[in-house]
């Protein structure tokens, strides 16, 4: 089970030489690491910290396919490969989940997303499920976490994830910049020197530290040079900036005395369609582009050059491999197991691996589930899938047929996830700016609207016929926060061509006609989106304040009004309406609004300023 990789030695006489060295000093590690009895803390010298290090570093976006040490000639990845040399390369390892928050919840619970429950942006953790940063600290580790998006922050978009960190680098909550750098995104080098900073001020102890790369992340902006050396494939560019990072870090531990001891493990959250299967990004699908990932252990003084495991392994299987590691009981109710029996040969069968994505129930569409075993991929969807992996590991011939065997089978296993699955908590107060953060990073659609338990989404379009759209809307989002306004108006006219329907692709319109000034279209693009989705009350919110603009105060009281009854306690929306009604010359319904929105704030001078003229316009004389 253990695998030289030949991908990167395969290269001339020297190449091969190097190679059957190696085999004959791997097979020789391995016999001393069968021999010895791999206990927690086996090699750790007296002065060393109580208990080795733990340093997770995850790689947002990062396909293993494009990674050198996983057989992709056509970049360097000095840092990954480097660290694959020091430990154990799994070369078939997959994440549940193919969007950030849900997939990096799995890694920090060892949980699927339906166990964990956080299938959205903006859902909590419930506490019931321990994270790994909390069983370390319980376990006296000194514990931080940097992140590389405000994705991740625990704040706004990824409450609870910050459960047992001393220290959680979140974004500043008002941003003075409009670059994407500093406001929702930090460059790899910027989350690792936080990280370093923090060492440094930190020196004794066991550190746990969690490092989030969102580089390899859209848009594709590498700096220099890997935006010259990797100009045609600037994902690429990406991804080997982002090993720059790593390389970065893993250089401070080794100048510090912390690497040789320390429990390392490197992760990518999830992959990235690239056009496969007609998806660009990642999100919507479960197909391998965006569930087959890197994972590299290196484990503390043991050193296990060149080995790779190629039995199927997941991403939940993480947090119960560190913890078993360091002799820490691993919790009882985990989908993932620990990974030690594969370290020592002990474990040889592939795992199940499970895939869940309710990212396109954000849009209305069904959401997807997945069992990847025996060399089989089944897609539960509308219109089911499928594969058989090894005649077909890129997933293009569908085979599925309800009377298929493992069809069935897999389906039982779906029905037992399923009955174990958790109720999410409800959505947290993510407020306005944690939705624009949303769509400044590529994703759209509302929360709340559709329920991933309900019978009804068997009868949702399958996403395979929404991806156009989807990937039209994504690169919409991106082209508007970076103010290239016609290419996002374009991109949803084009969505709309598609489904005159889409609320999405509506709402998205409306909000940018309102933002460059153009209120009549805005508000017209708005009033479907209300027909469409009656439970919008942002869409409401901004028709109001659209139809107030060019002067159609009835309308705009309507719209207020139905934005209201669906969210009350909405400050602006109050105080519009109130003004709406004193230009409608009703200034006792202007008054019970400004009373309101008092209640709301009330220190408001304007309110105030509102509620007065209100009472003066009804005293007698007016
Ligand atoms: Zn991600």
């Known amino acids: 089970m253990y695998n030289t990789p030949q991908a990167e030695l395969g290269r001339g006489i020297l190449g091969r030489a190097y190679a059957s060295l190696k085999c004959v000093k791997a097979a020789r590690i391995l016999i001393v690491c069968c021999l010895a009895n791999i206990s927690p803390g086996a090699g750790q010298a007296q002065n060393k910290p109580p208990q080795p290090d733990v340093f997770l570093i995850t790689i947002d976006t990062l396909r293993a396919d494009h990674v050198h040490c996983y057989g992709y000639e056509n970049i360097h990845t000095p840092a990954l490969d480097g660290l694959a040399r020091d430990g154990i390369r799994f070369a078939q390892a997959f994440t549940p989940s193919p969007i950030t928050n849900t997939s990096h919840t799995s890694i920090l619970t060892g949980l699927l997303p339906s166990s964990h429950g956080v299938t959205d942006f903006a859902v909590p953790l419930a506490p019931t499920h321990p994270t790994l940063a909390e069983l370390l600290k319980k376990n006296g580790y000194h514990t931080a976490a940097f992140i590389g998006a405000v994705i991740l922050d625990s704040k706004t978009l990824a409450p609870g994830l910050d459960r047992g960190f001393d220290f959680y680098d979140n974004f500043p909550a008002h941003s003075q910049t409009k670059s994407r750098w500093g406001r ?370 009835g309308g705009s009281r309507d719209a207020l009004e139905a934005s209201l009854k669906l969210t009350p306690g909405q400050f602006p929306a109050r105080l519009l309406l109130g003004q709406v009604y004193l230009s409608l010359k009703d200034p006792k319904n202007a008054e019970d609004q400004f009373e309101a929105a008092l209640l709301l704030q009330p220190k408001s001078a304007e309110a105030q300023q509102g509620l007065t003229q209100a009472q003066e316009l009804q005293k007698p004389g007016h």
Request: glycine residues 8%.
């Open 184 to 553: 929702i995104e930090r460059r790899g080098m910027d989350v690792v020197q936080h990280a370093k900073a923090w060492m440094t001020a930190h020196p004794a102890g066991s550190h746990f530290v969690w490092v989030h790369l969102y580089d390899p992340h859209d848009p594709y902006e590498p700096p220099p040079p890997y935006s010259l050396t990797y100009k045609d494939r600037l994902y690429d560019g990406e991804i080997a900036y982002a090993d720059s990072a790593l390389g970065g870090f893993l250089g401070y531990l080794k100048k510090i005395g912390r690497y040789d001891h320390a429990l390392i493990v490197v992760v990518g959250d999830h992959g990235e369609g690239l056009g496969e299967h007609r998806e660009d990004t990642h999100g919507i699908f479960l197909y391998d582009s965006t569930t087959h990932v890197p994972l590299i252990v290196k484990l503390p003084a043991q050193p296990h050059p060149d080995q790779v495991v190629k039995t199927q392994v997941r991403t939940t299987d993480i947090l119960p491999t560190v913890v078993d590691w360091l002799g820490i009981p691993v919790p009882e109710r985990l989908d993932g197991a620990s990974l030690k029996p594969y370290f020592d040969g002990a474990e040889e069968r592939d795992r199940t691996a499970f895939g869940e994505t309710d990212y396109p129930l954000r849009f209305g569409w069904a959401p997807l589930r997945s069992v990847r075993a025996e060399g089989f991929k089944f897609i539960e969807a509308p219109r089911p899938e499928l594969y058989d992996l090894h005649a077909d590991p890129g997933e293009l011939a569908n085979h599925y047929q309800a009377s298929d065997l493992t069809v069935q089978k897999f389906r039982a296993m779906l029905a037992e996830v399923k009955a174990r699955a958790s109720t999410p908590l409800a959505v947290g107060a993510a407020g306005q700016g944690s939705s624009d953060a949303l769509k400044a990073l590529g994703y759209q659609g509302q929360s709340g609207g559709f329920s991933a338990n309900a019978a009804e989404t068997s009868r949702l379009p399958d996403p395979k016929d929404k991806i156009e759209e989807q990937n039209l809307l994504h690169s919409a989002m991106i082209a508007s926060d970076d103010s290239r306004t016609d290419q996002a108006r374009q991109a949803l006219e084009k969505v709309l061509q598609l489904d005159p329907n889409s609320p999405t692709a509506l709402r998205q319109l409306g909000e940018l006609e309102f933002h460059t000034g153009d209120y009549a279209r805005a508000a017209e693009h708005l009033k479907l989106v209300r027909e469409v989705r009656p439970e919008d009350s942002t869409a409401a919110f901004y028709e109001g304040q659209a139809r107030e603009k060019i002067g159609d105060f």
